[in-house]
Every structure is written in C-alpha cells, then in structure tokens.
T-cell receptor, first 110, second 116 residues
Framework: QKEVEQDPGPLSVPEGAIVSLNCTYSNSAFQYFMWYRQYSRKGPELLMYTYSSGNKEDGRFTAQVDKSSKYISLFIRDSQPSDSATYLCAMSPTGNQFYFGTGTSLTVIP | GAVVSQHPSRVICKSGTSVKIECRSLDFQATTMFWYRQFPKQSLMLMATSNEGSKATYEQGVEKDKFLINHASLTLSTLTVTSAHPEDSSFYIC????????????FGQGTRLTVV
C-alpha cells in the first residue's frame, strides 16, 4: 500500500466551479500536510501548508485535514483557467522526509 | 517566497556520457537539499537528501555511484548522472529547505534529461 493515495484524474471543470481535490494516507504519524501546484515542465510550488488537523484558508484556496479519517482536501473556489495544473499533496511526520501523492491533473475550461 | 534555481532546464546527452545538474538557493542558505525524480503522471520520488559538508543519504534502490551528489556550499548542490543511459531519461527536481522553516521546501524548476 502506498503511503499517500491521490486520484490522478484528469479532472475537468468549467470556469467558476468549485474544485475539490483529495488525498488519503495510511501513516498516522503524519503531522505536516502540504499542497503543491505544478505547471507542465516546471517544479512544484507550495500552495498551502497545514500542521495537524483543521482548516486553512488563503484567498480562493482552502485546505482541510481530517486526521481521524486520514484524509486531506484542497478546495478551489471560483476556479480560473490559470488554475489548470497538476496538484500534488505531500505530507510528513516530522517535517524532514516528505511523501507525495501522484498528483491530480486539473483543467479549468473557459 | 524563497527562490531555488535549477540549471539546466533541459539537456540532451548521448548514452554513456555524464550530465551535471545544479541546484542553487538564491536568497537563503540551505543546509539540506533534496533531489527527486519524476516520471510522467507519477509522483515525485525522493532519490537522496543532500546535507552541506557531508555525504548524501540515498533512498533505497538509488545507485549512489551512478547519481553523484555534492553539496559543497550552503547555496549549491549538484547531481551528476554518470554514464547515462536512455532509462535515466526523466524529470529531475531539487528542493531546498530554509533552516528556520524546516517544513517548507522550495522547488527548483526541474531538469528534463533525455539520453539518446
């Protein structure tokens, strides 16, 4: 079983839609949870970072962590074509070694 | 945010030759840098952790003699793919972590290596 499971998609939504991206994990020791956005042929860029459980909001992006269910989500409100990218979840028990999901490919159609 | 620069962004080399990829932290000192490999539609696979002034720590299954890592300064780590073969063709990405913000890693732009 992989440490982190993420549906690779692809996911296609119309502009303005709410997007929900999810990851599940098996290691209960994970405490640090991150979402990265990766455009084609580029390195990932950090979008959101959450420690332990709870929600975090930044503009149109909301990250949720449910440690009891070992489930994390990233919501994108009012999605834009510029949001089209691959979204990677990553998590870590100590902040040293990161475990990445496979990434979900998102296309926002104008 | 902090900037990590990776060079070159794309390289094509002949089978049997060696290729060096550089990873620089431009506005902070990175005591730890990470090297990843990413295949199409797959996750980032950690290859090795590079610590300044000491030997790199390689993940299981990664050949340390083939993927040479040098972290000679607090702002530069290099990955050399020795005697490259077509199966080494991949997207290589480095990341660096600020010492005071250990959970936030910044990624380079990635290097697309094609071995012909």
């Amino acid at each position: 079983q992989k440490e982190v499971e993420q549906d690779p998609g692809p996911l296609s939504v119309p502009e303005g839609a709410i997007v929900s991206l999810n990851c599940t994990y098996s290691n209960s020791a994970f405490q640090y949870f991150m979402w990265y956005r990766q455009y084609s042929r580029k390195g990932p860029e950090l979008l959101m970072y959450t420690y332990s459980s709870g929600n975090k909001e930044d503009g149109r992006f909301t990250a949720q962590v449910d440690k009891s269910s070992k489930y994390i989500s990233l919501f994108i409100r009012d999605s834009q074509p510029s949001d089209s990218a691959t979204y990677l979840c990553a998590m870590s028990p100590t902040g040293n070694q990161f475990y990445f999901g496979t990434g979900t490919s998102l296309t926002v159609i104008p | 945010g902090a900037v990590v620069s990776q060079h070159p962004s794309r390289v094509i080399c002949k089978s049997g030759t060696s290729v060096k990829i550089e990873c620089r932290s431009l506005d902070f000192q990175a005591t730890t840098m990470f090297w990843y490999r990413q295949f199409p539609k797959q996750s980032l696979m950690l290859m090795a952790t590079s610590n300044e002034g000491s030997k790199a720590t390689y993940e299981q299954g990664v050949e340390k003699d083939k993927f040479l890592i040098n972290h000679a300064s607090l702002t530069l780590s290099t990955l050399t793919v020795t005697s490259a073969h077509p199966e080494d063709s991949s997207f290589y990405i480095c990341s660096a972590r600020q010492p005071t913000v250990h959970t936030e890693a910044f990624f380079g732009q990635g290097t697309r290596l094609t071995v012909v």
